[in-house]
């Protein structure tokens, strides 16, 4: 059994920053990658921003150059940096992470997510 537990998310000005965390617990074998997603009212799922077991990171093109994602290997955290927040950044985020809890096929596992909104 998984469980991701997010936190970080809430209320901030435009040009604000939010730092969102979230930690995988539970039997895990190994992590292939984890990201953020986003769903702003209306729309679609998108990924914000990914980052795969060797280091390598994806960035949706709207964040780049405002957002950072890490991840501590020992904690099985991920974390988006947040800064220079925009309006149309509001949407609940998503932490997602593929793993594998045994040797074998790696599966999909979902956040509970966490509101973010950019307001003055």
């Known amino acids: 059994q998984v469980q991701l537990v997010e936190s970080g998310g809430g209320l901030v000005q435009p040009g604000g920053s939010l730092r969102l965390s979230c930690a995988a617990s539970?039997?895990?074998?190994?992590?292939?990658?984890m990201g953020w997603y986003r769903q702003a009212p209306g729309k679609q799922r998108e990924l914000v921003a990914q980052?795969?077991?060797?280091?390598?990171?994806n960035y949706a093109d709207s964040v780049k150059g405002r957002f950072t994602i890490s991840r501590d290997n020992a904690k099985n955290t991920v974390y988006l940096q947040m800064n220079s927040l925009k309006p149309e950044d509001t949407a609940v985020y998503y932490c997602?992470?593929?793993?594998?809890?045994?040797?074998?096929?790696?599966?999909?596992?979902w956040g509970q997510g966490t509101q973010v909104t950019v307001s003055s």
């Open positions: 539970g039997t895990i074998f190994s992590i292939n990658s």
């Open positions: 997602n992470v593929m793993l594998r809890v045994r040797p074998g096929p790696s599966y999909d596992y």
């Open positions: 980052i795969i077991s060797g280091g390598s990171t």
